[in-house]
Each structure stands twice: as structure tokens, then as C-alpha cells.
């Protein structure tokens, strides 16, 4: 087990506010539209979906767009990185169950993206609230977790209402706060957490399979997946340890304390999200409380080599996206802040390293 207590510092990402683009308030921070409540980010924008029915599109040049997409609210949104596929979760009506909306967005219906399939997000009629959700980039798996303990899967075109099949994959006791489809080769595995466990199914073979890998969890936006650099592992933050997974065993872990809020993966590095350790009590669903006022530590991880390569303090965080090879970190007050990764060179100066140490570091410039 590593501790980061043990790790180098360094300042390899430069940080602003995004602003206005050019104009009388171009030197004003941007500021998004009220109410947002979901975010996610792909195909050249971030997406927003809020608690006022709308999607809302920002471009590069910090162009917003937006559609109705509900009648009442949307509760989550899922960008495909390969597709131009957007699904989101959202309410209709009020005490009736959230519906899975499928938008096509090369496609257009009266100006907006079309939208493909529509679907409640939980089989019958059974009161659940969706908790997490997952897409497999090859279109043929969703997976969607509630706070009840259960997930449900849909296989085949999840486009396409006559081409897929909805089934209960997993029930349990315990909230379901993360869930991440791995691919390797022609395997499928899904791994599934909760506040008290970690486990994978097997997809790719007949009933899928379960495999319990750990009898504790993590909280809500407290586990992500990584990239083949890390050898897409399964990584569970919970407030002692980070810990990671392959689908049949529990890997490596880290020592990284602290109230874990927001777990992220960006480029060979791990980003977290952490309460400061002055701030209130534990809750009782870790990584629910996104509301609270407190200041919060961002620290970007190179597992790796072991170095912490940025950390900075934010106030109220509420998700952190990747896109156009930045980092945005959105914050409460609707302002967006942006961390650019340093050139090679920099980082040479900024750490005082000597050349032959430069092909030990995986600097991601890629």
C-alpha cells in the first residue's frame, strides 16, 4: 500500500476561469445556466442537463444550445466518446418512475436532436430512484443502478427498442453507486459497487457470472475506470484507501485519506475530489453532499511513477469533466475553471529534474 505522504509535489497543470469570449464582458467570468444537474462531456462539448427539462450543449467557443428533453427535470446524462449518442435519465411525471431517453444527435426532429427510444429506467412499477449509469461504447450494454440495490441491464442496440432486451441483472441491499463496462478483446465485464461491496459480471458468457471482489465500497462519483496505461482498472475511493480492480481480483491500493467527493480519470492520471479534513462529519451515503459549502481539495495522481502532479484548493465542486485535452472543474456558482497541462520542458524546470529522468515519467502530452 502507498501513502502520498511519501509522493513528490508538483504543479504540472496552470489554471484559470474560463471568461466571456470577446465583447463588453469579455473580461467577466462565464457563467452556466441556473440549476444544472447533471454533466457529462464528449464529441467536442459539455453537457449539462438541469432541473428545468433542458440539455444544454457548450462549445469550444463557449456557445450554449439547449432542448427540451423532459417535462419536469433530468437527473443523468451518458455522452458516447465513439458515437454521437447522448442518453440521459430524467422525469416526465411526477411519482412515476424516470424514463431513459436515447438521442441521436447527427440526427435532427424539428430543429432538435432526435430521439431515438424511450423506455422507463426501471422494469414494472416498483418506486426506485436511479442512482448511476453506464453505456458500453459499442452501443450493445446499459447498465443502470438504483439507490434500492439493483441494476438493470439492456442488451443489444440500445438504440433501438425491437433490437435489445431489459433484464435485472443484480439485487442487493446496499445502494449502487458506481458502475463501469470494461472491454478486453471479445470479454465483457461490468463491474458494479455499492456503498458496501465492489463485484464484476461477466457479460460475455452465458448467465453472466458474479464475482464478490471486496466487502466494502465507495460513494456516489467515487469510482471510475481507467485507461489502458493503468490496465483498465477498476478504481474504488473510499475515505481510508483508493483501491483497484481487475474483474476477477483486487489490485494494488493507495493510502489517500480524506472524505472522497469526486473520482475521475483523465490521461494516466487519477483526479480526486476530497473534503477538507476540517470540514463537517462523515454522511451517511459517503459522496452525497453536494451542498455542502465547504472547501474542497482537487489533487491530480500519477500512480505510476508516484508523484502528485497538481493540487489546488476549489470551493463547492460540482463534476469534473475532460474535453478538448483540458480539465474543467464546474463549480456551484456556475463558473467553469480549467487546468492545461504543462509542456514537457516546463515540467522539466518546474521539478529540476535531470534529462535521463524524463523517459521514467509518463508525462501524457499525448
Not at 34 to 52: E, K, N, Q, W, Y
Amino acid at each position: 500500500m502507498a501513502a502520498s505522504l511519501q509522493w513528490r509535489r508538483f504543479q504540472f497543470f496552470d489554471r484559470e476561469t474560463v471568461t466571456e469570449p470577446a465583447g463588453p464582458d469579455a473580461a467577466k467570468p462565464f457563467v452556466l445556466p441556473p440549476g444544472i444537474t447533471a454533466c457529462d462531456s464528449g464529441r467536442g462539448s459539455l453537457v449539462f442537463g438541469d432541473i428545468l427539462t433542458g440539455i444544454w450543449f457548450l462549445s469550444r467557443s463557449l456557445q450554449l444550445s439547449s432542448f427540451q428533453a423532459y417535462k419536469l427535470r433530468v437527473i443523468h446524462l451518458y455522452q458516447l466518446k465513439q458515437h454521437s449518442i447522448l442518453v440521459s435519465v430524467g422525469e416526465d411525471e411526477e411519482d412515476i418512475n424516470p424514463l431513459v431517453k436515447v438521442w441521436n444527435l447527427e440526427k435532427r426532429d424539428g430543429g432538435n436532436p432526435l430521439c431515438t427510444r424511450i423506455f422507463p429506467a426501471i422494469p414494472g412499477n416498483k418506486p426506485a430512484v436511479v442512482s448511476c449509469l453506464a453505456v458500453h461504447e459499442d452501443l450493445n450494454f446499459m447498465a443502470i443502478g438504483s439507490t434500492d440495490g439493483s441494476v438493470v441491464l439492456t442488451k443489444g442496440d440500445i438504440t433501438k427498442d425491437q433490437h435489445s432486451k431489459t433484464q435485472i441483472l443484480h439485487e442487493g441491499n446496499y445502494p449502487v453507486t458506481g458502475l463501469a463496462f470494461r472491454q478486453s478483446g471479445k470479454i465483457t465485464h461490468l463491474f458494479v459497487v455499492t456503498t458496501e461491496n465492489v463485484q464484476s459480471y461477466t457479460l460475455s458468457v452465458k448467465d453472466y457470472p458474479r464475482l464478490e471482489l471486496d466487502t466494502h465500497g465507495c460513494g456516489l462519483r467515487c469510482s471510475t475506470l481507467s485507461d489502458p496505461s493503468q490496465d483498465l482498472q477498476f478504481i474504488v475511493a473510499g475515505n481510508e484507501c483508493v483501491y483497484l480492480y481487475q474483474p476477477d481480483e483486487r489490485g494494488p491500493s493507495f493510502a489517500f485519506e480524506g472524505q472522497k467527493l469526486i473520482v475521475h480519470w483523465y490521461r494516466g492520471y487519477l483526479i480526486i475530489v476530497s473534503k477538507d479534513r476540517k470540514g463537517s462529519p462523515k454522511s451517511e451515503f459517503p459522496g452525497s453532499d453536494p451542498q455542502n459549502s465547504d472547501k474542497q481539495i482537487l489533487i491530480v495522481y500519477d500512480l505510476c511513477n508516484k508523484f502528485i502532479a497538481y493540487s489546488s484548493v476549489f470551493s463547492d465542486v460540482m463534476d469534473v469533466l475532460a474535453e478538448w485535452g483540458s480539465l474543467f472543474i464546474l463549480t456551484r456558482d456556475g463558473k467553469i475553471h480549467v487546468l492545461h497541462e504543462k509542456d514537457m520542458q516546463t515540467k522539466c524546470k518546474a521539478s529540476l529534474l535531470r534529462p535521463c529522468l524524463l523517459f521514467k515519467i509518463n508525462f501524457n502530452i499525448s
